[in-house]
């Protein structure tokens, strides 16, 4: 089984992070690739950002000229997985929903820890729309952006265990999602030193986009995610 | 004022359409300037054209190059608005949005009758999101497509007017939103045939993002819109 | 264009004001009434008063004899809009929900702010009711009565900044909604304290009501605001 | 202990009628005086007379100079109640939440079948803002108006029973709210021909009046239902 | 008439004063027998003993020989009373949701004040679950264990009393629900010292229950709570 | 690995026939092991039987020796998964649960079609407390009972798929989960007919809990799920 694993930002250390952390949790027989996107931002951070991504992703898996069994869009919290359902048969896995999902087996109530502010609506936006929003105590941003994850783990660390601690105990979570694809390998830690149980998005992903293709399971094409209907389109691919 | 009406298809009828709809509901002195995206399907009907299309009406609006007020995603049921409102200083409005926030004010419950059954979810999903999704009696389908809207305006009223029928009798809705802004237009028609107000959402919007100006108003920046990070971009935008 | 701005308490000062902050809001051409109720109380703070302002502000419409095009209920967060819809062919707007739709355009939550304690579970009901509440951050008291607004403005607007800057920073508010007819005016001066949109919700409502006469728009009769049935009254109107 | 019931609407016969029903399922030892308003229509079945009886209701029992233990509102769908509690210290209940509240110890979900269908969107208004809507099924109107109810009993009974039946069948109702103080009465008869437990509102509202003054608990006066501030009014009351 | 009040755990001497508060707040002519579960642990606090005392507290009333006409289940925040309601004609009276109903009547908001941390997420569920959720401001622990609450009676009337008053203050709750069948007894100090009303549950119930009994309204049979279709049991009951 | 799936009724067929569904969608390696409760009725199809169901399977897997990894419940809509998680250490996966949530990576909204009417409100409260239900499009009931899906497989396949498409048709359901233990093995036969994938919660849960396992995830014990507090019992276990 081969899954591609798509990272959102075109920074391509991070694309090769998020890979290890799938390949850690794929099956014996399961194949990672790790996808960087044709183009767009070195880190998503908004939604102008993401939503370029969005369409980037689309375009990447669409270029991608090998065979595959499913789909991981590896950005926490982003725009597209409804595109990506569209035009693919096999089955597309979000990385926000799959930690939220895996975090609801865990526990009565969850919370997000995250990177920026202004990334927090965005994410409980999109758990809104996934109506995996019930039991989501609360998304707590840490105040580090994007790639500062990857420049100082230690830093990362203690900030995100801050956000968690409020978490469990001011707003009762019982499980602490990891909200950003580069958080991919600090959950360990952050376990260690919570207590709680710690979902990272990417690793359930893996789980997940397995279990979907072991049953012979793949998004529904009865209405919302039906192939796109032909269009003719305009300066669209770019040369 | 100068208001950017911006289609999200690249079919420069509708284009033409939607800034007439958009002129006839603008006050004195306010100009509309119809644009159509540099890119993108000559009409979005699924959420892969409508991820391009929130791109390509973010890029379209940044490669304007005179001044403007307010801009108008005229799109029904469209992915993008967030990112248009982080890019912008000036007021953005979303005829979905301006639609149903406009019916709000008619009556206990409103429906918004689309073009195809698969818009319906997409349309419920950018209500729920705007948080304008309580009083939604329902959203139906007439079945045809966007641009049939156009090739023939005496079928689209009669199957438009078939669905707020039923929407008004079964759904209880008391006034109904057009949820397409290829509909511009047949709104007079449609209230006619079915006594109950009819909501264009590209009038609507034309007024709000009037008024918005008018008041001084415009997206707070303390947050979820705050003007994008600085980002290295990789191959975009397009050659 | 004649808008009538009806007051819901019968101090005459404050109809002034209200009338003035309408006049400010309104387009060239459109006459603002300001209506102070024939009978009541000379402030609106609880639900018993709230309740004789319904009835005397849609009886004071009825005894105005020339033609006017629509109404704005100028009591924040008041009962009786339903009524007026009712007996009215013109449209109708509260101030309630005008400040809340308008705010929704401009954050991604709003907050209100408003005068005392118990006033809060009132808007939260009106908010709740009007289906306007899925993005209403808080409503918060600044703890100063009605009248006291106009006797010392410059302590309003400071317990109104204090509540609206906790808003902000504790309750995620990006937009902030003045909570009362009688704060019509300290708009500016919050906006610039705090640094995020400030709506009033008579200018709101005065764009609105503009809005939906030029859109030749009016409320639906088919059902909830179908007009009175006949009746007999006994000891009503008194005499 | 004596329970004052009031009427919404000024017809003495119908007073009678949920006198009678009241004190059907009054405790010995409890005395219902059964008023009808001051003021006001003979039969409600609109906001505008639903507020005017609000207020109607208000000074009604402010003139009742006896001493009393509790108050029930008689009106199904009405507003006012909010007032009567600020202006009280003995409990008050309102027959639509009493109902509602009643059904909900019966089975999994009820519904409620009243009247005319422009009564419907107020008793669903009233059930939202009670808090006691999430177990509602659906509120069905039998087309019947208020007075019609008393003229036709058996007209009136073949109605209900037919939208009790569908709300039972249809909707998954097992319980049935008669939700109208006019149907008092009529429940026995209903109940026999659904197989479902029907309430009546009023009797409903009478042994929760009863059993709030026997646990010695009346309404909460920290905030809501504080007592109105100290007010000077203008006309009113009227002479 | 005759009521049956099972307490949920095996500790007699709480059966007894369980027993005590019910005989108290019923009417005359009321008995109330107080049950103690023929199989559980001597106090509830967490899903297993709950779920074990759900199936007690069936097999306890099954096994009671005489005439009864109304069942109270006299555990706050446990499991069972579907199943109660589906073995029994007569009506079945949870003391949670007893307790929640009256306090809805008595103000804008109500909060629970339970034992342990680990009680709160089940009272939620079963707040949640009653459909009596949306004007539960908070549910809060007072850090004592079931048993601790006869103990030291002081000690729990002085950490109940400090969660109440930060439940009236900063959740806003205007009415106070005991959420422990073992504080039966507390409520008029408890009242004393808040000046907010403070519903027991049992007390509640039996009110609830003598209501419904008088009223002539039992369990819907028609589809939730039909009786048990007929099994084949293995090795149950104990022998 | 070795999970244990825990049928809630006594018959050894079913036992038999969830264990093999059970094996056939485990990976290599894992060891499916198959428990009949000690107690209980031979199907589960009401909340009486659903209680002692949770207690025997409790009671079960407590007296189960071995090792083993995780524990899967078996029963579609039955109570008792909470309490497992309290009593073991290893992740409990409830297959209401399972089925939903992989459902939800399917389509935009699910169906569940279960065997007899009375079930469909035991699994809409499941999924409610879940935080399962928000695209839950409906719960249909094929009117079959538990034990004639195994008497008669054609016939059942028959009516659930008649329920099948009405919910994909009407309810707008995208994915069909099979809400039955029993009905495992149907799936794909169904998955035939209706054209729309068919999730099976035994399935499911083996794909959910092996991902648990080998996350290194399993139920947090900070508060809801944390171990019985220490309880001496009364007559329990039975001898």
New interface residues.
């Given amino acids: 089984m081969r899954i591609l694993v798509v990272n959102v930002n075109?920074t391509e250390s991070m694309t090769d992070s998020i890979g290890r952390q799938a390949a850690a949790?794929a099956?014996p027989g399961t194949e990672i690739v790790a996808l960087t996107?044709?183009?767009?931002?070195?880190?998503v951070?908004?939604?102008?950002?993401?939503?370029?991504a969005?369409?980037?992703v689309?375009e990447t898996v669409r270029a991608y000229t090998e065979p595959f069994d499913a789909v991981i869009q590896a950005g926490y919290g982003e725009?597209?997985r409804?595109?990506l359902?569209?035009?693919l048969d096999v089955?597309v896995?979000d990385i926000t929903?799959a930690g939220a999902?895996?975090a609801?087996?865990?526990?009565?109530?969850y919370s997000v820890v995250t990177t920026l502010?202004?990334a927090?609506?965005?994410i409980e936006?999109r758990l809104?729309?996934?109506?995996?929003?019930?039991?989501c105590a609360s998304v707590r941003a840490s105040g580090l952006?994007v790639l500062e994850l990857e420049e100082d783990p230690d830093r990362a660390v203690t900030a995100i265990v801050e956000q968690a601690e409020s978490a469990?105990t001011q707003d009762?979570a019982?499980?602490i999602v990891l909200g950003c694809g580069g958080m991919a390998g600090l959950d360990a830690d952050i376990r260690k030193r919570t207590?709680?149980?710690v979902?990272d998005g990417v690793?359930?992903a893996v789980?997940?986009a397995?279990?979907?293709v072991?049953?012979g399971?793949?998004?529904?094409k009865?209405?919302?995610?039906?192939p796109?209907?032909p269009?003719?389109?305009?300066?669209?691919p770019?040369?």
């Fill in positions: 075109t949790a099956s996107p044709l183009f767009g931002a070195d880190s951070e908004g939604n102008y950002e993401s939503y370029l969005a369409i980037a689309m725009h597209g409804e595109g359902q569209e035009l089955p896995v929903e999902s895996t609801m087996f865990l526990g009565h109530k502010d202004r927090v609506p965005m936006d809104k729309l996934a109506g995996l929003d019930a039991r952006g469990v009762r019982e499980v207590g709680v149980p979902v690793a359930a789980t997940i397995e279990s979907l072991r049953l399971l793949s998004t529904s009865v209405r919302t995610y039906a796109p209907r269009k003719t389109f305009k300066n669209w770019p040369r």
